[in-house]
């Protein structure tokens, strides 16, 4: 069974629904079918044609994809959800800033992480505009800055999803804005991301998550001659949580010329495995518990 939710005018559903034999559900984010015209003039032809699809076809207003079991039946559970090109609605004053938009996707993300939501092994799929999604795929439309860009991997896997594929979007789509207030947009150069929960045997993610830091720590002469078991204890950190830990030591200690105490460093580098959701929370979560390892160590002390 698959879900469409925010479809702006219908015409996604209505093309996705046409090519398809399983039951679908669409969804909008508009109240009732006066406010979606008065939005989208174009959706009141495209509710009449899926409607004379129905019962394999049921359309349904009113449905936050944020919170999506609040007006579907509970006892649905999805193998397909999809929101193409989500964004905030203009009356908030948060329309396009980034940071809301990535909200957004995080928020719809959570509502799709619920057993009683998504089957284990269904898949979610985000379509965005060129550049939104901060992926290397993306090439020469990748942003610049990263900040810049919604970072679909970190919002995924801040609650426990990957991103298997980005193929370029080629459904049969009328994109539409939110008109009357702005222009429709250009569809070139966007993809749509296919994500799914972390774990389990599916497909692998495209671009494992990475992280670098610095870790720093007091280590005196006993503590240097048990290096290897601080070493030892990152590697199995590393293996239970499915992420591989590098530690590069840095070149020459740091010797306080107060107390003569010399400081370790070392550049950690955090690559997610091929199942694995990482975000920069637990990233740094991992950092952490790495530090606890080092001064676990008799002779190791926590530096500020
Ligand atoms: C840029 S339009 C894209 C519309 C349509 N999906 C398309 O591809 O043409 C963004 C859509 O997201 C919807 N939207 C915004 N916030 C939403 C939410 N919390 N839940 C569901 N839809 C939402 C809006 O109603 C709007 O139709």
């Not at 199995?236 to 591989?244: T, V």
């Amino acid at each position: 069974m698959n879900l469409i939710v925010g479809d702006g005018d219908l015409s996604f559903s209505l093309n996705f629904a046409r090519g398809m034999q399983m039951r679908l559900i669409c969804t909008v984010f508009e109240d009732d079918e006066a406010s979606l015209v008065a939005v989208y003039p174009t959706a009141a032809e495209n509710l009449q044609s899926l409607r004379e699809l129905h019962p394999r076809v049921d359309v349904i207003f009113g449905v936050d994809a944020t919170k999506i079991p609040l007006r579907l039946n509970a006892d649905i559970v999805f193998d397909r959800i999809i929101f193409n090109f989500p964004q905030t609605v203009p009356s908030e004053r948060k329309h396009r800033k980034v940071q809301y938009q990535r909200e957004l996707l995080e928020n719809f993300f959570r509502a799709c992480s619920s057993p009683a939501v998504l089957t284990e092994m269904g898949i979610v799929q985000v379509a965005l505009l060129a550049g939104q999604g901060g992926m290397d795929i993306e090439g020469s439309y990748k942003r610049p800055r990263d900040a810049d860009s919604w970072k679909i991997v970190e919002n995924a896997a801040r609650v426990g999803f990957i991103v298997m594929d980005a193929p370029l979007f080629s459904a049969c789509h009328n994109p539409v804005g939110f008109r009357g207030t702005e222009e429709s947009f250009k569809l070139e150069g966007s993809r749509y991301y296919e994500c799914r929960q972390a774990g389990g045997v599916g497909m692998p993610q495209l671009e494992p998550p990475r992280f670098a830091f610095v870790l720093s720590f007091w280590a005196d002469d006993g503590w240097l001659s048990s290096e290897g078991k601080f070493l030892e204890s990152v590697a199995a950190l590393g293996e239970e949580e499915k992420i591989d830990i590098r530690l590069t030591l840095a070149e020459g200690d740091y010797i306080d010329p107060a107390t003569g105490k010399r400081a370790r460093k070392y550049k950690i580098d955090m690559c997610a495995g091929s199942r694995t959701a990482l975000s920069r929370a637990k990233a740094v979560g991992l950092l952490e518990r790495v530090k606890d390892h080092a001064v676990a160590i008799e002779g190791g002390e926590r530096r500020g």
